[in-house]
């Protein structure tokens, strides 16, 4: 049974517990009355579920909206962004072993994309100068599983992984104009600032989601079946 309780040690998050454990989460875009995610589970040994969660309008609790039987373990999945009712899911039986666990366009910028890699952490793309990396943040300090820019602050990039932390960061590739001159076999950029790193987690963070109705709210759900929902306001002036 779904759950909707507040987080504990004084912080700001919302919190709504799955009945099994979970890694893939996602905006519901259509939606364009309501700040909607969708998440689904990944058990072995049970049909996993679908949830369609939803910010209550004080926005003091996550409500389940909808609840969807899935035959197999789910993956990743994404809601259809012209029709709130229609959802897709990626399953399989067998774990990925690439390196490369997520990629995510940059809205603002078409040629632009981030990927998450578990051991290296976050690299930024320019896709006209695609040799190597324009820029690098160093991720999680263990394996960075999911990297997600903000549907609109053009920058904004959020990663999470298995120390069960979600980190936000702005980095200096996407706050200033690229340089022309780089040469795209010049090693890529370090040092990048880390805006704010949140950490009412217990388990490893494999589901990050932006708002794509409030973007400066995102989703985060840890592999043991829990969604927090966060706001970044705090750190958009800096």
Known sequence: MPVASAMQGGSSGIGY???YQARSIADVKADTDHTSFITGTLSLKDVNE??????SSSGSELICEGLFSHPNEI????SCPFDQRIFSTVFSTVQSTGLIRNVDYNPKRKHLLVTAVEETGISLWDLRKPKVPIQQLPGQTHWTCAARSNPEHDGLILSAGTHSAVSLWLPSVCNGELKSERSVDSPPQQGDP???SYSDYEDSVYG???????PWIFAS???DGRVVVESVKPFLSR
């Open 17 to 19: 517990g799955l009945k």
């Open 50 to 55: 679908v949830h369609l969660i939803r910010l």
């Open 75 to 78: 993956w990743d999945l994404a």
């Open 194 to 196: 880390l805006l704010h």
């Open 208 to 214: 990050l989601a932006w708002s794509f109705r409030e």
């Open 221 to 223: 759900l840890s592999y």
